[in-house]
C-alpha cells in the first residue's frame, strides 16, 4: 500500500471514528474507549477459558487447550517486555500480577 494510501486511510478512521463519537455523545449511549488494563484484561478471561477455569461463551463448556493458554501467557509476557518503563505503576503491577497467577494456574492444570 503506497504512503498515500496508508495517509487517506488514516484520514477516513479518524473521520469515522469522530462521527461515532459524535452519534454516541447524542444519542447518550457513550462510546467505548478502549484502555490498557482492559486489554489485559480480555488476553486473560481468553487464557483462562483454555485453561478450563471459564465457560467458553461460545460453546457452552469447559475447554482446555493448554497451548493457546501458553501462546497467551507468553504474548503477556512480550507485552511485558516491550512496555517496561512505559506503564503507569498501576498497570505495570496488573500486569505482573496477572502473569504471576496464569503461571500459577497453569502449572496446576499442567500437574
Keep these: 500500500m503506497s ?17 461515532e463519537k459524535k452519534q454516541a455523545e447524542e444519542s447518550k449511549t457513550g462510546y467505548y474507549k478502549p484502555d490498557f488494563s482492559n486489554y489485559l484484561l480480555s488476553l ?24 493457546q493458554a501458553r501462546m497467551l501467557i507468553d504474548t503477556l ?19 505482573e500480577d496477572y502473569l504471576f497467577n496464569l503461571r500459577m494456574v497453569y502449572v496446576e492444570e499442567k500437574k
Excluded: S
Design 3 to 19: 504512503e498515500e494510501a496508508k495517509k487517506k486511510l488514516d484520514e477516513n478512521w479518524k473521520k469515522q471514528v469522530e462521527k
Design 44 to 67: 486473560v478471561m481468553q487464557a483462562m477459558i483454555f485453561l478450563g477455569k471459564i465457560e467458553n461463551p461460545l460453546t457452552k463448556k469447559v475447554e482446555k487447550n493448554y497451548d
Design 77 to 95: 509476557e512480550m507485552l511485558r517486555e516491550k512496555t517496561k518503563n512505559n506503564l503507569t505503576k498501576e498497570e505495570a503491577t496488573l500486569l
